[in-house]
T-cell receptor
Framework: DGGITQSPKYLFRKEGQNVTLSCEQN?????MYWYRQDPGQGLRLIYYSQIVNDFQKGDIAEGYSVSREKKESFPLTVTSAQKNPTAFYLCASSTTANTEAFFGQGTRLTVV | QKEVEQNSGPLSVPEGAIASLNCTYSDRGSQSFFWYRQYSGKSPELIMF????GDKEDGRFTAQLNKASQYVSLLIRDSQPSDSATYLCAVKEGQGAQKLVFGQGTRLTINP
């Protein structure tokens, strides 16, 4: 079954902790993205990557970090520097030839 | 900052009627436009994409693009209660990069 898998579905973080959200795709897509969605809001781009070992900041990269060591994987770390991390995090991927992006099921992060 | 604007709604439409969703964008160089549907608590799913001026039809959905007016719309014919969701407009920003900028979404309710 081809698709994008995000884990975990729900994640709770204590103040001052770093947490890592997983995103894996088996669609052979070159580009991968991380978005953040707050209640009643649209999606805001955190980071994106077009090829392995390369990534660019989006509009709200502060307090986040990513890596792209494999084509299939694009993990997002929410660091303690992110002051308001409670949100719904969405990972997406697309080919470079076609521009449609497809989303994983999302990770809901809550600070406790 | 390139922007994508949508009326946040809620938009209420009777069952069987045509629902019309609108989106404007600020980057005149944008080439690719997407409509996503998002049910509450779920991730966005792609409904339509359009690259050329004019209309593109897929079943009950029609996307309309007017690059001169920087305007893209989505029409849903024979609206069904299952169409009740938030509809997100997205615009591809830049050349080569698969960076999608999203509007804040329009919440649509179909009344039986």
């Amino acid at each position: 079954d081809g698709g994008i898998t995000q884990s975990p579905k729900y994640l709770f973080r204590k103040e001052g902790q770093n947490v890592t959200l997983s995103c894996e795709q088996n669609l052979n897509h070159d580009a991968m993205y991380w978005y953040r969605q707050d209640p009643g809001q649209g999606l805001r781009l955190i980071y994106y990557s077009q090829i392995v070992n390369d990534f660019q900041k989006g509009d709200i990269a502060e307090g986040y970090s990513v890596s792209r060591e494999k084509k299939e994987s694009f993990p997002l770390t929410v660091t303690s520097a992110q002051k308001n991390p409670t949100a719904f995090y969405l990972c997406a991927s697309s080919t470079t030839a076609n521009t449609e992006a497809f989303f994983g099921q999302g990770t809901r992060l809550t600070v406790v | 900052q390139k922007e994508v604007e949508q009326n946040s709604g809620p938009l209420s439409v009777p069952e069987g009627a045509i629902a019309s969703l609108n989106c404007t964008y600020s980057d005149r160089g944008s080439q690719s436009f997407f409509w996503y549907r998002q049910y509450s608590g779920k991730s966005p799913e792609l409904i339509m994409f359009i690259y050329s001026n004019g209309d593109k039809e897929d079943g009950r959905f029609t996307a309309q693009l007017n690059k001169a007016s920087q305007y893209v719309s989505l029409l849903i014919r024979d609206s069904q209660p299952s169409d009740s969701a938030t509809y997100l407009c997205a615009v591809k920003e830049g050349q080569g990069a698969q960076k999608l900028v999203f509007g804040q979404g329009t919440r649509l309710t179909i009344n039986p």
